[in-house]
């Protein structure tokens, strides 16, 4: 697994804790400028031989040239078989055995899939662990599905060890020489993006240091960073927050559901019994993974969780309608182009040059 950290304590030792229980052998990390304690946690996980860190010292952010480099430096130096490319608020939950048992059933000419979001929604804060505090989950098909909201469906890749692909920043997209299996996601990815306040602006506040303009690396960090210089951030941040009263409405119309499996997960592995909570501020480090009572229990999807992943899954991008968008953007400017008049063409290079591209569109 390749992961990207800034600032991260409250869930990293979480997240590596849950992944290398799950079926990661190791992680090859990138920490740009945390100034909390997640590179302590970090460097527990590296001492016992279970993980490669990366430091980034400037402000400059590169994740695209981070990632690509982690998806090298795992097949090369750590042979790794398959790449996850996560952030330190997911959790990737394969659907029935770990993730090796998942990754293993893949047909062998498919050389990439994906991971769908699904997304936990912020709950009052009571200062409990995370885990005990967000177990309710919004379903896709809700209202947030527009690019400008947080929990704005979409994907996460996965691919095997390859020297030369290519992830597209973000990790929802890659190029990659072999097929990439699409329309089957037997790996939920379990977003935790907003878990308190103080975190989701100090969040904010670092895409703002370390971008130009923060809406490149998505339309719903650019409205929140201005949310955040208008003073209106809490506002927007309390938008989000799903409150007690709300929940049965949420419920019984389908768009939030209660989902205890992190929750669950992180029990166990922190030997406690699962009916007994988190406390407040645990810390989860390479001891997790010693004498422990059970893996997490992946416990397959019946007919109904199915349907619901499914439900999810029909609002996804569809990747052939931006390529469609993009060859009628393109042939646009073609048209455009071939109707210039020769007096501004005169050497009847641009048109031969539209006549050939065009010829590759229609290819």
């Not at 040239?65 to 042979?79: F, I, L, Q, T």
């Not at 979001?117 to 885990?131: I, K, V």
């Not at 098909?141 to 400008?148: L, N």
């Not at 499914?310 to 609002?315: H, L, M, P």
Request: neutral net charge; aromatic residues 8%.
């Amino acid at each position: 697994m390749t992961l990207r950290t800034r600032d991260h304590e409250d869930v990293v030792g979480a997240q590596l804790a849950y992944h290398l229980s799950s079926g990661v052998d190791f992680v090859v990390a990138t920490d740009h400028l945390s100034r909390d304690t997640t590179r302590d946690v970090l460097r527990e996980f590296e001492r016992a031989g279970l993980l490669e860190l990366h430091c980034k010292d400037e402000e400059r952010y590169e994740p695209g040239a981070w990632v690509n480099d982690m998806a090298r430096v795992a097949y090369e130096r750590h042979g790794a078989d398959w790449v996850i490319h996560a952030d330190a608020d997911e959790f990737w939950w394969p659907l029935g055995g770990d993730l090796k048992a998942v990754l293993d059933a893949v047909p062998a000419r498919y050389g990439a899939l994906f991971g769908v979001w699904r997304h936990f929604a912020p709950r009052p804060e009571d200062g409990s662990h995370f885990a005990e505090r967000m177990t309710v989950r919004l379903a896709a098909h809700g209202p947030w599905t527009s690019p400008e909201h947080p929990f704005h469906p979409n994907v996460n890749v996965i691919h095997r060890g390859d020297p030369d692909v290519l992830v597209r920043p973000g990790n929802h997209d890659l190029v990659i020489a072999a097929p990439v299996l699409r329309g089957w996601f037997p790996i939920e990815v379990l977003h935790f993006p907003l878990r308190t306040l103080a975190q989701a602006q100090a969040k904010i506040e670092a895409w703002g240091r370390a971008l130009a303009a923060p809406g490149d690396v998505g339309p719903h960090v650019g409205a929140a960073h201005a949310a955040l210089h208008a003073g209106s951030f809490r506002e927007r941040y309390e938008r989000y927050v799903v409150r007690d009263d709300q929940l049965p409405a949420g419920l019984a119309a389908g768009t939030l559901a209660v989902d205890t499996r992190v929750r669950d997960a992180l029990r166990g592995l922190a030997g406690e019994r699962r009916d007994r909570p988190l406390v407040p501020g645990f810390r989860f480090g390479p001891e997790a993974l010693g004498a422990r009572a059970a893996q997490p229990a992946h416990a397959r999807h019946g007919v109904a969780a199915a349907a619901d992943l499914a439900g999810d899954v029909s609002v996804l991008p569809d990747p052939a309608d931006r390529v469609r968008s993009r060859v009628a953007e393109l042939e646009r400017r073609l048209t455009a182009l071939e109707r210039r008049p020769r007096a501004e063409d005169a050497d009847g290079d641009g048109r031969r040059w539209a006549f050939r591209l065009r010829r590759t569109v229609q290819r």
